[in-house]
């Protein structure tokens, strides 16, 4: 497992297969994709930064890498995707054995170019604010709050933009500073490109072009129509700050069975509007802050009246939520327009009910946006993980935009697709897949906002229909991968990362123990969750539950050691052990039993699973357990209800919650103040201890998870109890022993799962 971390540190890359299967045959029954988990701007500071252009292949466009082949003699270098011979160009005149290029070095599979001519003028980043006023007070003063200190921290040359929202839409004019002046626009209908120009002034004392796009400086949007909306954020601070202070509910009158009239499709239609005509293909982003489902207009959920219950799981299953697929569509219409503009839609959606995330899901994953879900804007949640986007410090985001990722990779291997966030360019070539998965049809993709945690789910298919002798396949069992990723630095600038990497690939019925040793469960348990995510979402009908179950059995009948028929003899090797396990979670996580979770909440979950890297993904199918007792030092434990003890402290990361859990005896001790009175010292470290590593876990994590403090027998307690293996329940012959704890559920116990399997493997 070590050697996938090293190589995952330096180049940001997880495979599920490290040996990897050669032909079509040998993929298939092989049940897990071959894939990569690649995080484009993995934060490695050994990576050189290179002061200029790349050097680039004439057939294939690939760059210069430590695979390529040099001839120092006649100073050419051979692309090991194409085998096309290269001349290199004057500047690289001096290349010699001794002198070489830093893209050549062996350990440098990882390089980033900034070359001046290319970077372009250095684009501020434009941060457009979208507020939602149809709130009780209490709720309005923690977002005016949270509000403040962000445009605190806002960069100087940032620019700045301010759009509230009800009933109506109102642009506020940041660069008219001597009273509050605003536009405003009616919520019940979708608000076009042109009626914006006309009314907000954008064309005074010009005539409309007949054709054309009117976007931007550069197309006769002159700076001061601009400077009147964008400000940057150290001109316009003070009236921003008055702005926020002066925001007020909603003052359109509700009555006591109907909910408020809230548009947030418009809001957000004109939002996108104002960036495409102020700042085009320049690093934007929609922060937009929602405490309620939209009722009004374009993109709405729910009707007004409160007899009417907002859609469920259920409903959506039925299709008996009238509005989803409309709004549904709506959302996917400005996922369109924002990604051809460049710019990212963030949520942050801190409601009791829900807002409509699974409608907006299409639009925010489409443009790589980041969100945040909390019952309140006065939950830590959303307070710190809002300040956590614009902190710089060593765990900040990075926060990158407006990138183009591509891919280029040996003429044996094709690509499905991609499933993160990212929408396909539809640049169909000669390496497209005729099997799509994801965003697929192309070898480019636009990502219009990144940051140094976003993790694309790559998924290809081996082309070669046969195995070849073992003449050819002895000479050349390489294939080279390269993914190259354009993006818009978070200090402005234009920068280009290289990441190439290769994988030796084996064909035919010997190969099953080298495949063994390149499997990584890690990876592949990552990648079957964004996989079975995605099928539950694209394919009507779809048996989550069944599907990996039918996937775990191939894999195990494949690759175990066993008899024919007797369960008894079958096991594992170390490299596939885990395995099981972690599909087992799967099966029982949040991804897959929908019940008891709203369609916002399995949005939201999806969403960042598929943007998290292998690592994250783990916890969230997988959580970690840490026990802490008087006997020893913290220590893992099995995510097993046996790990439950009167005497022990446990430390549950379920990435979304941090549960930090007293057995009945601790509690008590607790509850007697035990631990502020003399000669119990190390009691007091005992409670402490826990608290420290939740801290540091919060301190590390993006958005910010929910921290629950609970006691044995207590009501949240049941954060920690439905994340265990119910190997004891109400229905075991054993009881627990005592201070222990049992589930009450009928679920099978991984035990009683591992049964099974084994049985059904070796058939």
């Known amino acids: 497992m070590s050697e996938f971390l090293e190589l995952e540190a330096r180049d940001g890359v997880r495979m599920t297969w490290n040996v990897i299967p050669g032909t079509k045959q040998d993929a298939a029954s092989c049940v897990v994709p071959v894939s990569a988990m690649y995080t484009p701007l993995n934060p490695n500071p050994a990576i050189p930064v290179l002061p200029y252009a790349p050097l680039r292949c004439r057939i294939c466009r690939s760059i210069l890498n430590p ?75 923690y977002l005016k709050s949270a509000l403040a200190q962000a445009v605190e921290l806002l960069p100087d040359h940032s620019l700045v933009g301010f759009i509230t929202f009800g009933t109506y839409v109102q642009v506020h004019e940041l660069g008219f500073g001597l009273l509050p002046k605003s536009h405003v626009f009616k919520g019940t209908k979708e608000i076009k490109k042109d009626q914006i ?56 009158p509700v009555s006591a069975d109907q909910r408020a009239s809230r548009c947030t499709g418009a809001a957000l239609s004109v939002a996108a509007s104002l960036l495409g005509i102020c700042v085009p293909g320049s690093g934007g ?40 697929n409309k709004a549904v569509k709506f959302f996917e219409e400005i996922g369109s327009q924002l990604v051809h503009q460049g710019h990212v839609l963030d949520l942050f959606a801190c409601a009791l009910d829900q807002v409509g995330v699974a ?33 710089s410090s060593d765990s900040d985001l990075g926060l990158s935009f407006n990138g183009i990722f591509e891919i280029n990779c040996s003429k044996d291997v094709k690509i499905q697709g991609i499933i993160g966030p990212c929408t396909s360019l539809e640049k169909k070539g000669p390496l497209s897949s ?28 081996m082309a070669k229909k046969d195995a070849p002798d073992a003449i050819g396949q002895s000479q050349n069992n390489l294939f080279y991968f390269q993914f190259l990723t354009y993006y818009q630095h978070h200090d402005g600038q234009m920068r280009l990362r290289s990441t190439t990497i290769s994988r030796r690939w084996v064909a035919g019925s010997g190969s099953v123990q080298e495949l063994i040793t390149g499997f990584d469960q890690e990876a592949a348990a990552a990648v079957m969750a964004r996989l079975v995510s995605f099928k539950m979402e694209a394919e009507v009908d779809f048996d989550p539950v069944r599907w990996l179950d039918r996937a775990l059995i191939s894999l195990c009948s494949k690759f175990g050691d066993y008899q024919k028929e007797a369960p008894s003899s079958f096991s594992l090797s170390p490299r596939l052990s885990i395995f099981p396990q972690f599909i087992f979670n799967l099966r029982r996580s949040q991804f897959i039993q929908v019940f008891n979770n709203s369609p916002d909440e399995t949005a939201y979950f999806r969403m960042m699973l598929n943007r ?39 430390l549950l990361d379920s990435y979304f919650t941090v549960v930090i859990f007293h057995g009945i005896t601790i509690a008590q001790w607790r509850k007697a103040g035990y631990q502020h009175q003399e000669g119990h010292e190390v009691f007091a470290q005992l409670l402490q201890a826990p608290q420290e590593e939740a801290d540091s876990i919060i301190k590390e994590r993006f958005p910010v998870p929910r921290l629950v403090v609970c006691d044995q027998y207590g009501s949240q307690a049941r954060f920690l109890l439905a994340k265990l293996n119910p190997s004891v329940t109400y229905d075991s012959d054993t009881p627990p022993p005592p201070g222990g704890d049992m589930i009450f559920t009928d679920d099978a116990s991984f035990q009683v799962f591992m049964e099974h399997l084994q049985r059904l493997a070796v058939q």
């Open 197 to 252: 120009l006309e009314q907000m002034g954008f064309l005074t004392g010009k005539t409309k072009p007949t054709t054309g796009v009117i976007a931007g400086a550069r197309d006769g949007v002159s700076a001061e129509s601009i400077a009147r909306f964008l400000l940057p954020a150290s001109e316009c601070e003070f009236i921003l700050n008055s702005l926020i202070e002066e925001l007020q509910k909603d003052p359109w």
């Open 285 to 324: 982003r929609i922060m937009a802050f929602i405490g309620g489902p939209s009722t009004e207009g374009p993109g709405s959920i729910i009707s007004k009246p409160l007899s009417d219950p907002i859609r469920s799981h259920k409903d959506l299953d039925k299709g008996s939520a009238p509005l989803y």
């Open 612 to 650: 998290e890297n292998v690592a994250n993904a783990v916890v969230m199918i997988q959580p970690s357990l840490i026990s802490y007792s008087f006997q020893s030092g913290p220590e893992p434990v099995l995510l097993d209800v046996s790990a439950i003890a009167g005497d022990r402290i446990l």
């Open 67 to 141: 695979f390529s082949v040099a001839d120092f003699g006649s100073k050419m270098w051979l692309c090991p995707f194409c085998f096309q011979r290269n001349h290199f160009p004057q500047q690289y005149s001096a290349v010699s054995q001794s002198n070489l290029p830093t893209e050549l070095y062996p350990e440098c599979c990882t390089v980033e170019y900034m070359a001046a001519a290319e970077a372009g003028p250095v684009s501020p980043p434009v941060f457009l604010f979208v507020v939602d006023t149809c709130m009780i007070e209490e709720e309005i003063g």
């Open 434 to 461: 005729d099997t799509v998965v994801g965003q697929g049809n192309t070898s480019a993709w636009k990502m219009c906002g990144l940051d140094r945690k976003t993790s694309l789910c790559v998924v290809f298919d």
């Open 359 to 391: 409608e907006m899901k299409v639009a925010v994953e489409r443009t790589g946006g980041i969100v945040v879900l909390a019952e309140s804007f006065g939950h830590s949640v959303f307070k710190d993980s809002l300040r956590r986007i614009f902190q």
